[in-house]
Each structure stands twice: as C-alpha cells, then as structure tokens.
C-alpha cells in the first residue's frame, strides 16, 4: 500500500454513485450519458449502410472493478491501463470451494454495443474520462484499504477487438467470442498520481480501516486542483443562484455538470464535430467504420483497408472483426496461441505530454472533487466529500452532516430555506389547465366506482372497489376549496415540519453568542438578571424532528450497506419497515407538530369512517427533489384495517397496481395491473380502508418537487413483535 491514500475514495457503491455527477453507475462499470444523434430506421439503414445514424454518447466515469479480462493490464504504475468493456459476460460458479469465481465472455461484443460504441466515441475524440479503482481490482500492484478510489483522469488512446476463447467448450457454444479492448492513459496535465505522492510525514501506511486518517499537507496541495476553477464555477452558476432568488419555493434541479464553463462543455460533449439532429458514427460497426488507434504504433490491412495498432509482440493483426483476417498473423496466417501473447513494449511506452491535448483549455473540464450544494437550494440529496479525510459520506441526516470517516462537518451547516405552502387551485381536479395532471385516472376493466360528497367544509372523494377484491376502498379527503375553504392547518404543519427538521433558532443563538463576546462585560447587577432570565428560559429550544436514511435490510445492489431514499423517522408504536430503525414516543412529550398532525390525521379519517380507533404509529417521510417511493404494501401483522396519509408540499401522484402474483386469480392483464391513479395535492388525506386493499393491491407515489408526508396506522404491537422478521422488500411503507 503506497504510503499516502487516494484524494476521493468511498466505502460504498451508494457514497460512489450519489456524490460523484461522473460515475452514477450502480449495477454497471461505465457511467454513459448524453446521448447525440438519433437511432436509424430499418429503411434509412438498408438504403444508406455506410452511413447509419446511431446515438453515440459519453463515458463519463469508468469502474475498475471486479474480474480482469484476458490480457488486461496495469503498466507503468498506473499511467497506462489495459481493460475490457461492454458486458456480456457470466460468472461462472467455482468447481470447488477454494475455487476463485471467474467472468467469462458468453457472446460477442460488437462495435454497436451501446457502452462499447460510447467508448470508441470518447477515444475518438479523445475525450478526457475519470478511471475510479475498486479494492476488488485484481491487478492493483498494491493493497487498497477501501472500497473504491478515484484514480483520475484518463483518455483513451487505442481501441480494438480481438478474439479470446470460450472457458467451456461444447457442441452448441462457439470456440471464441469477440472481446474488445482499450488502452487507458494518464493526462500529465493533471500532476502525478496520488499513489506516486511521496508522503514523508505519514508514519505508517494510510489504512482508514485501521485508524482515522486526515489529509497531510502533501495531500492537501494534490487536492487543490481537483477542486476546478471557483470563479469559472460562479460564472456558470450565478444565473441560476439568480432565479433561485427570485423564488425561493422553488427547489432547484440537479445538474450532472455543475461547474463547466460552457465552450469546454461543448468541447467534451461534442469533440470537433458540429453536433447536429443527425450524427453520423464514425466507429459504429458500419463499412465506413473504423476503430481509433494510434497511427504511430499502426498498420493498415492489405483486405480491409483499416488501421489496427500493433498490440502484441507476436507481431501486427488485423483487428477489425468484419475482415477476413482479423485476428491472424500477417506472417503465418493463422491464430495465435493465447499464450503467447505479450503486449508489445512500443505499445505500453506512454505517451506522455502528447495527450494533455485532452484537456480543453490546458485543464480539467470540471472538477474531480464534487462541490457541495448552495444552501439556498432544496436538492440536498446528493452526497458529500469531506475536506479533512477526502471521504464520500451519503447525506444521511438533514441537519449538519459529518463525515462518515472522521465526524468532521461536510456541506453547508446553515438551515435550508423554507418552502412556502403553495397555492391551491379552486377545484381538486380541475377540468381545464392542467386537466391531464390532476385528473384522476380509474382503469376501465377494473370496476372501481367513484362517489363524491361534501361536508363541514371537506370535500370526500370515495373509489369503492368491486367486491371481488373484499373489503377494498379508498378515500380522498381535502378541505373544499371551491366553497372557498383554507388548508390552514396544513400550511401551518408544513412551515413546522421544516422548522422541526432544519431549525434556525440554533445558528440564530450562534450568531448571539458571537455578539454577546464582541460586547464589553455588564456589570454584576446586570448579570444577575441576565442569569436569572435564563435559567427561565432554560429548553426553550426547538425539538428535531429527526429525519434521516435509514440502512436498508434488503436491496437488490449486492453487498455493503444501502440506505433509503427517503428520509424518514418513527413515532409511537416500532414498525417492521424495510428499514433498521428505532422509534420515538408518540405522547405529549412529542413535538407539537408530530401532535398537531395526528389530531388532523384523525380528524379527517372519521370524516370517511366515524368508528375508526386512535392511530398508534406515525411515520413521517421527507422527499427532496428527484426521490419517490416505489410500489409497496402497508401489510404487516398487526397492521389495523384503516391507514392514512396527509401530503403536504409538492403536488404528487399517487398509483394502486393489482400485485403480480394476484394477477393471474382475477384474470387481470399485465397492462392493466395499475387500477387507480391519483393526483395528490397540499393538505390532502388519504385514506387506505381494508384488510384487502394490502392483501392484494400494492401503491407508489412520484412526488413533483419538495413534499412531506405522514402516515397513521393502529398496530397491536403483541402480534407484531411475534414476527422477528424484518420485511423483505425495497420499499418503506409509506406514502
């Protein structure tokens, strides 16, 4: 393990994905976005081959990661790296149980692959990409104490296919498949590698497993022009700082690439080449394709006519899979044996300044480091890098995140702005506007009834299902706005949500205390009055609401810690989520706000069912912008037969599908498995009635914009406790 640690690294999948705008590839290696162009038609292709338009878009991020392919490589300590990409590949299972796993190719790769074409168009080019290293990398030279770890930037200088044999032989599997390769190397530009740093000061390996590590001064410096240019990152942002201004409610969107100054933006997207409605692929597997290599280290092919570099020291092959004699040796006509294969050293020398071409403008086209969120702005989910230890952390609290390494503060302390309730409109699903929107949305083969009423200022909305699927039915209730009624209370649970989850008064009583240490010291008499307010004062602060992500305890991202999407909590009775978490006491001692919504809570439900008992449980969930909540059931042991929800915030839909495994039974078409959609809008009560309804009806909801939901249910908290099993599927049950 070199002696000084890597300037960007994580311990997750999750931290990688969520604080990197170049790498938000969970299941895959290449991070590809961006698409140019558009695909071409059957006809347009048939009459026009040499010509195909295709979408050619970008690599930005690059997974090290995994089981190397054949002759892949990692040559001059870093600078040149040889690996494979474009899938396609199984994990065959071990003969024996010292056996290691090993990846094989089960067909061939083709130039038209979409991560294999984005590839060629980067080297193409040559478009700078950012290479991340996983612990897993077979071929690092040496010991990675972490997950993962930004290498840095990288251009691709050679592309190629060869031909590599099949692992297991039989009758119906061909003897070799098409593997296409490519020869990654370091922009000097950028400085040396941080695994090259010569740390002096560091009395043992950095191992962040071992001990808390912190950035030594040398690491310090190699950080700074990771951070990108501050001034260019005002320029570009200053517009949009603007308009959030203007309108603070409004949350504002995520952009993937924050930072660029715009003509080197257009630089690394697009290359020399003009982009326009139809972009003509230069390397797609076409007749006018041709794979990018460096013509020094190159021939042409006597049958083929294309270029192909001089790979291995067997001596020159046409690499080009169209060509008759691709992957034969121009001296002896045939295939060579895989073992005698070595790459040739021409081939391996690095290029050096050569390649600091790739950098638009003499420098990197954004920052490697990822820039923390303005405070000013609602889109906070994004994960954080640490300045003191160079961690990802994902934001796991709302208020005054640390570090998940060393515990020093990440992002920006100060409160997020509070988002006014919106407006509503006269009517709940009004008939012209935004009709397509509002309007709810009942399937026509699944017998759903609607039936509308109005009283003491509430207008109740009831979809009654067909009795084929039991005791199923649910209620919309919603303060009758065309009568001119007022979600007030809603309004005001709204505002105190976000006061109890991001309070002010705490930087409010800093900015005190500050001033209070300016000011000259009172006299004795003063300060006994002063001591006497405040020891009436003494817990006047505000309470958290304690929002955060919870671990998940199953998800479908293979190993290491998950967490939620949403940021939740839990009051009153514990609820067997998805989610490892505790609970906090839902009585008088709760928040007021926690109060306040459960007395509306059931205010509203005995509008729609008089007889319903008190809820026990309140779970309270937090979206931010670009979170929703996939399908799930509410359906637990225990669960009472009534549960309901207040939506506040943002507009979102709400969608009721037939669960698969019910399909078959009621005869319900796979397309027709979602029977009821509806638009949920500030102060609106949803009302879930019956056992059934969770039996055989799951629901999802894809919030607009910043909401706030809480949901009640009556749990009898012996039945649940008799089950010790946590849920087993990837969805909070909540709305």
Known sequence: MPRSGPIIWSETRQELCESLPYYRAYQTGTYVTGSLGAPPSTAAAKLHPASSVLKDSIPYGYLLA???????????????????????????????????????????????????????????????????????????????????????????????????????????????????????????????????????????????????????????????????????????????????????????????????????????????????????????????????????????????????????????????PDCPLFFLLASSGRSPHESTLGFSLAFLQPQSAALDVAFPGGAPPFSLIPRRPSSRSMDQARGLWCSKCGRLSCREVIFRPCCAHCGHAVGKWKPWPTVPPPTLARELWPSRGEAVFFDPVVSKSSGIKLGVRRHAGLVVYS???????????????????????????????????????????????????????????????????????????????????????????????????????????????????VVAMGTEPLDATSPAVITSTLDLLHTRTRAVLASCADFNELYPVLYLEHQAMSFHDDGEPGLGSVVSSLSLGSTCRMRFRLKAKCAAAFDVAPRDRVVLDLPLRHGCVVVQEGHDLQRYFEHCVDPQGFRIAITARRIDATENDATNQPRGKAGSSAS
């Open 463 to 577: 979809f009654a299902f067909p009795d084929t699927f039991g005791d199923c039915a649910v209620h919309v209730v919603q303060a009758d706005v065309h009568a001119g009624a007022q979600e007030d209370v809603a309004d005001r649970l709204f505002r105190d949500f976000q006061h109890h989850a991001w309070p002010k008064d705490v930087d409010e009583e800093k900015q005190c205390s500050k001033k209070r240490r300016k000011m000259p010291k009172p006299s004795p008499a003063v300060s006994a009055v002063d001591d006497a307010e405040g020891k009436n004062n003494a817990g006047v602060g505000t309470k958290l609401v304690p929002f955060r992500r919870h671990v998940l305890t199953h998800h479908g991202c293979g190993s290491g810690r998950m967490l939620t999407q949403q940021f939740t909590c839990n009051y009153g009775v514990a609820y067997k989520h």
């Open 66 to 320: 995994g089981w190397p392919s054949r002759r892949d490589a990692w040559a001059y300590n870093g600078r040149v790296i040889i690996s494979h990409g474009g899938g396609k590949s199984e994990v065959a299972d071990p003969a024996g149980a010292s056996t290691t796993k090993k990846a094989a190719l089960k067909q061939d790769q083709s130039a038209n692959d979409s991560v294999i074409r984005a590839l060629l168009h980067s080297s193409r080019h040559r478009l700078p990409i950012v290479l991340i290293a996983a612990e897993a990398y077979a071929l690092l030279p040496f010991r990675l104490p972490c997950s993962y770890a930004v290498l840095g930037w990288y251009v691709i200088t050679d592309c190629w296919a060869e031909r590599e044999a099949a692992e297991a032989k039989d009758a119906e599997q061909p003897s070799a498949f098409v593997r296409w390769k490519f020869r990654f190397e370091w922009i000097p530009a950028q400085g040396e590698p941080w695994w090259e740093l010569r740390d002096d000061a560091r009395q043992a390996d950095w191992d962040p497993r071992q001990r808390v590590e912190r950035f030594s001064a040398a690491q310090r410096q190699m950080a700074k022009p990771m951070r990108g240019s501050k001034r260019k990152h005002a320029t570009s942002t200053s517009s949009s700082d603007a308009e959030l201004s203007s309108s603070r409610s409004t949350p504002a969107k995520l952009s993937v690439l924050e930072g660029f100054d715009e003509s080197e933006r257009d630089h690394l997207l697009y290359g020399p080449v003009k982009p326009s409605a139809t972009l003509v692929s230069q390397f797609a597997a076409t007749p006018a394709g041709e794979s990018p290599c460096n013509v020094a280290q190159s021939a042409s092919c006597r049958q083929c006519r294309f270029a192909s570099p001089t790979v291995y020291d067997t001596g020159w092959m046409c690499l080009r």
